[in-house]
């Protein structure tokens, strides 16, 4: 089985090197990409989880939902709100990114172009059209 594997193995370098070498790169980016994701949302759970332990110490009333909880509790809420408003927000934002990288070609297809005015020494006068009312 071991021997079947480096052998599909070497043979895919062999064959397709160039091909192994993108791919393995575009999945180290992903890899990276992930990684990243996975960071930032762990330190907005543990900003997030430590503002219970602020409101106990500066003696902040919490909410009376919040207040029937254990101490331990309110903090793995906090901690797992932090992390699930991060990941809401990161895919939020790479939604949007991606609906406007795809409809860019259209936004210059149906850009309203300025008219062009042309003076007696060649100088060009780009003017817009004011809206009437």
């Known amino acids: 089985m071991i021997e079947q594997i ?3 193995f070497l043979q895919l370098l062999q ?3 160039v091909l192994f ?4 790169f575009i999945l180290i980016i992903i890899a990276y990409k992930v990684f990243q994701c996975a960071l ?3 330190i907005f759970g543990i900003i997030a989880a430590s503002i ?4 106990y110490f500066m003696s902040i009333p919490l909410p009376d939902v919040l207040a029937q909880m254990s101490f331990l509790s309110r903090i793995m809420w906090f901690g797992i709100f932090g992390v699930s408003a991060y990941i809401i927000y990161f895919f939020a934002t790479h939604t949007l990114r991606t609906i406007r990288f795809v409809l860019s070609p ?6 309203e172009k300025p008219k062009v005015v042309k003076q007696s020494n060649n100088t060009i006068v780009i003017a817009k059209d004011e809206d009437e009312n």
Do not use: E, S, Y
């Open 6 to 8: 480096t052998g599909q």
């Open 15 to 17: 064959i397709n090197n």
């Open 21 to 24: 070498f993108v791919i393995i």
């Open 40 to 42: 930032k949302a762990f």
């Open 52 to 55: 219970p332990i602020a409101a």
């Open 106 to 111: 259209f936004r210059r297809l149906f850009r």
